[in-house]
């Protein structure tokens, strides 16, 4: 139990997907601008990504290695991500609408955002198991989400204030998240 927890908090604030890694970068500045619409991609993204990694844990574990075909593990990630996002994106249009129109073209995104399919990798390179590996995969999708809620609210702080014209738009933002990539690093010596 402490192994699973230790794995959850190194994967959500000392190793975070976002700050640390840099991966899944395109949704995080591009759907930072609110609070709630960063919400909702921090839920889709727990789900997709909790999901992913149960998945392909479970057909790297027992199908791919049983048959040997270990090299086709990209490929099959790919594919089973790109399944889960159709599925999220379904559900949200249907039961959601306004969620799903605030995340416009960023959910489809999801399928290619590199932080799903980096936490599938690193649960087969790690050698996790299932329920390491879903600890894992849970715990990144928390870090993903608390990274962009927090860059949301700066965005909306910043909206409002006197920044200089050479710094508004993206090089504001760039920086803000260089300052939280910094802040983030001082969990480092936690685990």
Do not use: H, W
Request: hydrophobic content about 55%; aromatic content about 10%.
């Amino acid at each position: 139990m402490k192994e699973l927890l230790l794995i959850a908090i190194g994967s959500a604030l000392v190793n975070n997907v976002v700050l640390s890694q840099f991966l899944g970068l395109c949704p995080f500045l591009g759907v930072s601008k609110k609070v709630e619409t960063a919400g909702g991609m921090g839920a889709a993204v727990i789900f997709v990504i909790t999901i992913a990694s149960t998945v392909t844990s479970l057909i790297y574990n027992y199908i791919l290695v049983s048959l040997q075909l270990e090299y086709l593990q990209t490929i099959v990630f790919i594919l089973v991500i790109a399944a889960l996002v159709q599925f999220v994106e379904m559900f949200l249009k249907k039961s959601m609408p306004s969620l799903y129109e605030a995340l416009g073209v960023y959910l489809p995104l999801i399928t290619t955002n590199c932080a799903v399919l980096g936490v599938a990798l690193t649960n087969v390179q790690e050698g996790y198991g299932i329920l390491t590996s879903i600890v894992n995969g849970f715990g990144t999708a928390v870090g993903f989400t608390i990274a962009i809620i927090l860059l949301a609210g700066v965005r909306e702080k910043i909206e409002y204030n006197d920044v200089p014209d050479s710094f508004k738009g993206s090089p504001i933002v760039l920086i803000t998240a260089g300052l939280m990539a910094i802040a983030f690093f001082g969990f480092s010596g936690l685990i």
